[in-house]
Each structure stands twice: as structure tokens, then as C-alpha cells.
């Protein structure tokens, strides 16, 4: 019997597009050396797509690691956060993943920092990139998700932005990237997935999805790591190449608390919210204030986001008062980053705020009642040198 199959009825399979699932650039020479010593510590950074949840893409790629690497004793340090950018990544990198001992860094962010402004979200990147390659550095991989405002731009072959600017920041600094959400589309429009098992809230992967966004990652990393290394390492120390934007915060830290002074029932407390935060500046009280001296160019507070948070006035070195953006949503805690200032004299200045007992309407009008504390949570106070 004639099992061959008619040459009409194959078809090649094609690309939709041109876009490119895999940039491979410099190579993993750290995460290769520290396999071959059998000690790797991996780490991650970004939002709810990547955080810990149980069902999200890093367990399966570290799954991939223990299966072709059964010697090797893996530490994973999974710093990532739901609701949270770069701008907080940036002031998290050295405690969270450079103290750690990270070898191998992913950063994921495209999709939190998409509604970000151009500018912000350049230099919090960039400033975190660099971060992780000064010194004695780590390997990098940027990793691209999606979300479903991005669909137009793909299915018309084009970059969305927020890619597109990392993709600049990855060929500047000869990072690998892997565009797993183009990876997991194309998969749904060949029906090999359904859309449902992806992301059916249009941004947040299911599990079937999450092995999806894994396969790509592990393809990149089986190329890297075995069939075909790059000698080539990724430049970091001293070697790292000038910045992209004399604007970037590769230099911002955080201002010890010790610094602040109160004015009304504030404490310092053990931040028992998040493990992500030692300690964290807490009152209750309308009228309090803080008064914040520091030295830069601008100043960023990292507010617990949180139901029934406190809304808040602020001015710097003694101007007119300003209202904040409110920073409390229904019945969950995060870090919600305010950029207060970014451009000032490279000088000394003071930063005050007063907690206020919020009776006003969001932006379209509207009172929310339920969300209107007096609890002002400060997560860290941030400088921009």
C-alpha cells in the first residue's frame, strides 16, 4: 500500500510576518560558567505575568533548567511583582537580584510600562539595565509578552513601541531577547492553541499559555547554552558601552529613612504587606506630614497601592501645594511609583507631604467613597542623582 502523501496536500508552514520571535546578540558567557561550576542563580523581574502566582512562565523555563542540567545546584530568585514597572525595578535591582548573586537576569516589562510616558519609561529602563551589567554584571535576556492593545500593530507586521524601544536599548547593550508573546500569537493563529488558553483577559497568561511563553524561552536558551553559544559576551563593567539617554537612573538609590523627619503620629514599621520591602513609613493621620531634604535632580515616592490608602498633598522647597494621584484600588497591595520631580537643578531640595482626607472625584468625575481612607503607606523614597 502507497503511504506517501500527495504533494498537493503539503503545505509549507510560514511566518504571518516578519517579525522575529529571537534576537540572538552577546552571548550567555556568565550563566555558561557558572553551569560548568554547577552553582546558578537565575533571577527574574517584572509584573503579574512573571510573579510567582504558580502558573506563570518561570516555573516551566526552571523546570527546563533542572531537566537539562540535573548536576547543577539552581537558586531562582523571582523578584517580579503584579502591577509594577520598571520605574520600581530600577530602585529594587541591588536587593533584590545583584546582592543575591544573580547570574542570569530576565526582565520583563513591555507590557506594565506600556502606558508609561516615552520618556519615564526610557530612563528607568535604561537605568535599570545598567544597573544589572555594572561591576562585575550578569547576563541579560529581555523578554516581550503582550497584551491585547498590541494586537492591531502585530497582526499589521509592525513593533509596538514599548518593544521597539527595548529592542534600541537591547542591540545598544548586545542583550537577547525573546518575543514570547509573538511566539504564543502566532501559535493561536495556527490553531495549535486556543486564544481562551492563552490569555482570555487579553493580558494575563493561563497555564497552557504560560507553557507557551516557556517554549519560546527555552528555544532561545537551548541555542545559547548548548547547540550553539555565542563566545561572544555580553559587555558589562567597564566595558558597557556609554548610555543611550544622559537621562537614565542607573545611579538613583533609596534615601534612608532616617532622613525623614515627621510632623504628627507617624511610624516606622515593619513592612508585614510585602516581602519585598524590609521596612515601611506608616500613619493614619489627617494633617501629618513628612519633610524629605535630599540631593538630585528629581525625587520618586514608592506608595503602598492599596484599598482605603490616604490621598495626599505634596510641594517642594516650600512652593504651592500640589494634590498626588490617588494610589488605592479595590481589596489588593502593591507598589505604586510616583515620579514627583525628574528635571530639577542638581542641587539641594525639600520634599514635603501632608496626608488629607480625600473628598474628591477621579479623573471622570466621579466619587468612589469605598476607597476613601487616611492610611498614607510610604514603601521608599527614591533619588534621581
Not at 515593619?270 to 519633610?291: E, K, N, Y
Not at 492599596?306 to 507598589?335: I, K, T, Y
Given at each position: 500500500?502507497?503511504?506517501?502523501?500527495?504533494?498537493?496536500?503539503?503545505?509549507?508552514?510560514?511566518?504571518?510576518?516578519?517579525?522575529?520571535?529571537?534576537?540572538?546578540?552577546?552571548?550567555?558567557?556568565?550563566?555558561?560558567?557558572?553551569?560548568?561550576?554547577?552553582?546558578?542563580?537565575?533571577?527574574?523581574?517584572?509584573?503579574?505575568?512573571?510573579?510567582?502566582?504558580?502558573?506563570?512562565?518561570?516555573?516551566?523555563?526552571?523546570?527546563?533548567?533542572?531537566?537539562?542540567?540535573p548536576g547543577v545546584r539552581l537558586t531562582v530568585e523571582n523578584a517580579a511583582i503584579g502591577a509594577t514597572r520598571s520605574d520600581l525595578a530600577v530602585?529594587?535591582?541591588?536587593?533584590?537580584?545583584?546582592?543575591?548573586?544573580?547570574?542570569?537576569?530576565?526582565?520583563?516589562?513591555?507590557?506594565?510600562?506600556?502606558?508609561?510616558?516615552v520618556e519615564k519609561r526610557k530612563r528607568s529602563r535604561e537605568g535599570l539595565l545598567r544597573k544589572l551589567l555594572a561591576g562585575e554584571g550578569r547576563d541579560v535576556v529581555l523578554i516581550y509578552t503582550f497584551c491585547q492593545g498590541m494586537y492591531q500593530e502585530i497582526s499589521n507586521g509592525l513593533v509596538p513601541a514599548s518593544i521597539a524601544e527595548f529592542e534600541e536599548l537591547g542591540e545598544h547593550y548586545r542583550l537577547g531577547s525573546v518575543w514570547m508573546g509573538l511566539h504564543a500569537l502566532r501559535e493561536v493563529q495556527a490553531g495549535i492553541m486556543r486564544w481562551e488558553e492563552w490569555l482570555p483577559d487579553g493580558a494575563h497568561t493561563q497555564?497552557?499559555?504560560?507553557?507557551?511563553?516557556?517554549?519560546?524561552?527555552?528555544?532561545?536558551?537551548?541555542?545559547?547554552?548548548i547547540t550553539d553559544p555565542n563566545p561572544e559576551a555580553i559587555p558589562t563593567g567597564d566595558r558597557m558601552p556609554a548610555a543611550l539617554n544622559p537621562g537614565h537612573w542607573q545611579f538613583a538609590y533609596k534615601l534612608p529613612f532616617d532622613d525623614v523627619s515627621f510632623e504628627g503620629p507617624w511610624t516606622i514599621r515593619r513592612c508585614h504587606t510585602s516581602p519585598w520591602f524590609d521596612q515601611m513609613i506608616?500613619?493614619?493621620?489627617?494633617?501629618?506630614?513628612?519633610?524629605?531634604?535630599?540631593?538630585?535632580?528629581?525625587?520618586?515616592?514608592?506608595?503602598?497601592?492599596?484599598?482605603?490608602a490616604a490621598e495626599f498633598l505634596w510641594r517642594l522647597n516650600g512652593g504651592e501645594w500640589q494634590r498626588a494621584n490617588r494610589v488605592n484600588g479595590p481589596g489588593w497591595s502593591s507598589c505604586w511609583i510616583s515620579v514627583l520631580a525628574d528635571d530639577l537643578p542638581r542641587e539641594k531640595h525639600t520634599l514635603e507631604l501632608e496626608i488629607v482626607h480625600g473628598n474628591q472625584p477621579d479623573s471622570e468625575g466621579t466619587f468612589h467613597p469605598e476607597f476613601k481612607g487616611t492610611t498614607l503607606r510610604v514603601l521608599l523614597i527614591g533619588v534621581i542623582p
Amino acid at each position: 500500500m502507497d503511504t506517501q502523501i500527495p504533494e498537493q496536500y503539503i503545505q509549507p508552514f510560514k511566518k504571518d510576518s516578519a517579525l522575529e520571535v529571537f534576537r540572538h546578540r552577546g552571548g550567555l558567557e556568565r550563566t555558561r560558567k557558572a553551569l560548568s561550576a554547577g552553582k546558578l542563580t537565575i533571577g527574574f523581574i517584572g509584573g503579574s505575568i512573571t510573579d510567582p502566582n504558580g502558573q506563570s512562565w518561570p516555573d516551566p523555563v526552571i523546570v527546563w533548567f533542572q531537566q537539562r542540567f540535573p548536576g547543577v545546584r539552581l537558586t531562582v530568585e523571582n523578584a517580579a511583582i503584579g502591577a509594577t514597572r520598571s520605574d520600581l525595578a530600577v530602585f529594587r535591582a541591588e536587593r533584590d537580584l545583584i546582592d543575591r548573586g544573580c547570574d542570569l537576569v530576565f526582565v520583563e516589562y513591555v507590557v506594565n510600562d506600556n502606558w508609561e510616558p516615552v520618556e519615564k519609561r526610557k530612563r528607568s529602563r535604561e537605568g535599570l539595565l545598567r544597573k544589572l551589567l555594572a561591576g562585575e554584571g550578569r547576563d541579560v535576556v529581555l523578554i516581550y509578552t503582550f497584551c491585547q492593545g498590541m494586537y492591531q500593530e502585530i497582526s499589521n507586521g509592525l513593533v509596538p513601541a514599548s518593544i521597539a524601544e527595548f529592542e534600541e536599548l537591547g542591540e545598544h547593550y548586545r542583550l537577547g531577547s525573546v518575543w514570547m508573546g509573538l511566539h504564543a500569537l502566532r501559535e493561536v493563529q495556527a490553531g495549535i492553541m486556543r486564544w481562551e488558553e492563552w490569555l482570555p483577559d487579553g493580558a494575563h497568561t493561563q497555564y497552557r499559555g504560560s507553557l507557551s511563553y516557556a517554549q519560546s524561552v527555552t528555544t532561545f536558551l537551548e541555542r545559547e547554552l548548548i547547540t550553539d553559544p555565542n563566545p561572544e559576551a555580553i559587555p558589562t563593567g567597564d566595558r558597557m558601552p556609554a548610555a543611550l539617554n544622559p537621562g537614565h537612573w542607573q545611579f538613583a538609590y533609596k534615601l534612608p529613612f532616617d532622613d525623614v523627619s515627621f510632623e504628627g503620629p507617624w511610624t516606622i514599621r515593619r513592612c508585614h504587606t510585602s516581602p519585598w520591602f524590609d521596612q515601611m513609613i506608616d500613619s493614619a493621620a489627617v494633617g501629618a506630614r513628612l519633610r524629605i531634604p535630599f540631593e538630585g535632580r528629581g525625587v520618586v515616592l514608592g506608595l503602598e497601592y492599596r484599598e482605603f490608602a490616604a490621598e495626599f498633598l505634596w510641594r517642594l522647597n516650600g512652593g504651592e501645594w500640589q494634590r498626588a494621584n490617588r494610589v488605592n484600588g479595590p481589596g489588593w497591595s502593591s507598589c505604586w511609583i510616583s515620579v514627583l520631580a525628574d528635571d530639577l537643578p542638581r542641587e539641594k531640595h525639600t520634599l514635603e507631604l501632608e496626608i488629607v482626607h480625600g473628598n474628591q472625584p477621579d479623573s471622570e468625575g466621579t466619587f468612589h467613597p469605598e476607597f476613601k481612607g487616611t492610611t498614607l503607606r510610604v514603601l521608599l523614597i527614591g533619588v534621581i542623582p
